[in-house]
């Protein structure tokens, strides 16, 4: 009771304030979503996503090897595919010489410490641009989830510590986790994307990688925005089948859906502040509407205070210059 509680005494000064934060951020928290593109010294900036790039191998393994020296952890890859080599299968996916698996050995053999985790998902690979193989407008589950698992262990074999599917397929995780124990794979795990929306927030990326679907939308896979007790359902349902992590995406917007997944699951819960989230503080900060440091640093540890275990961030290379100073 006032004035014998007087909650300003804790926020005196910086000093007092930091002994009693509750949260505190790190390079440790974060992973870097990377862009890899087909070709030799490729470096195209992205347009919707200022200050990124898609690169090739040699200039990813580059900005990799920068991205350790800052105290960042792990990389999310994400692959543009020549439109030749698109299909409905997505067979490109599986190929062991595919951008993605090159891509995955060149990182390692650089920075062995590195935890690199594939997005393991079709659309990258398919010419509707969906998550999932197409029969008579609809994407198929069961065939999707085969075509998952043969890209899941392509990707282990070629060195991935984790695979991070991110199609929302049912199943995948538990069909996933036998084919990588089956094919001896017992140490690499799986990231889910487990609670994913069908969210507008995608758009930059989808311009990244030119991946928008080529009809309708993703709103029979990826989770209606209006449903909140579905998340936990998906989440449990994954820890079950056998996700070491599970995933909330988008980020800002989804803060009550981190703290319900994160209360109700006993493994890592992952944050991922998309494309959208990112492209908005670059344009309001661009107009000097907004401070970007920080709100990118407020925005961080509003993520991590909800529950998030590690954050998934275009913002990490940044954040962490900031916090190593
Ligand atoms: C594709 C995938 C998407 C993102 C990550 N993996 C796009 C989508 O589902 O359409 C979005 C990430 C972002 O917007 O930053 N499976």
């Known amino acids: ?37 087909e070709g030799k010294g490729v470096e195209v900036p992205l347009g919707s996503m200022p200050g990124l790039f898609r690169r090739s191998i040699d200039l990813t393994v580059k900005e990799v090897k920068e991205l350790w ?7 999310n890859i994400y692959v543009k595919v020549d439109d030749k080599l698109k299909d409905n299968a997505g067979k490109e996916a599986w190929n062991k010489d595919g951008l993605m ?38 994407i198929v589950n069961d065939a999707t989830v085969d ?17 991070a599917p991110s199609d929302m397929m049912d199943g995948r995780v538990h069909a ?5 124990e089956e094919s001896g794979h017992h140490d690499v795990g799986i990231m889910s994307y487990s609670a994913k929306y069908a969210s507008s927030f995608y758009g930059p990326f989808r311009d990244a990688l030119d991946s928008a679907p080529g009809f309708g939308d993703k709103k029979t896979y990826q989770m209606d925005y ?13 820890v079950e089948e056998g996700a070491d992590i599970v995933m909330v995406k988008p980020g800002m917007a989804y803060l009550d859906i981190v703290r319900e997944v994160k209360n109700a699951v006993n493994v890592p819960v992952a944050v991922y502040q998309v494309s959208g989230e990112y492209a908005m503080v670059k344009a309001a900060a661009e107009r000097g509407w907004l401070d970007h440091d920080k709100i990118m640093i407020e925005q961080l540890h509003c993520i991590k205070r909800a529950g998030a275990d590690i954050i998934s961030t275009y913002f990490a290379k940044e954040a ?3 916090l190593n100073r």
């Open 1 to 37: 009771m006032f004035p014998i509680h007087r909650n300003r005494r804790l926020r005196t000064n910086e000093s007092i304030r930091s002994l009693v934060r509750e949260t505190t951020i790190s390079p440790n928290d974060f992973m870097f979503p990377m862009f890899v593109a």
């Open 69 to 75: 020296s800052l105290g960042i952890k792990a990389v």
């Open 101 to 138: 698996q090159q891509t995955i050995r060149a990182i390692k053999d650089a920075v062995p410490g590195m935890i690199v985790m594939p997005d393991v998902a079709l659309d990258p690979y398919s010419i509707y641009g969906h998550d999932g193989i197409v029969e008579n407008g609809l």
């Open 147 to 163: 075509a998952l698992t043969l890209m899941s262990v392509s990707h282990a074999d070629a060195g991935a510590d984790f695979v």
């Open 176 to 180: 996933i986790r036998k084919a990588l």
């Open 226 to 238: 209006a449903n909140r007790i579905e998340a936990i359902k998906e989440a449990l349902h994954d």
């Open 320 to 322: 962490a210059i900031i």
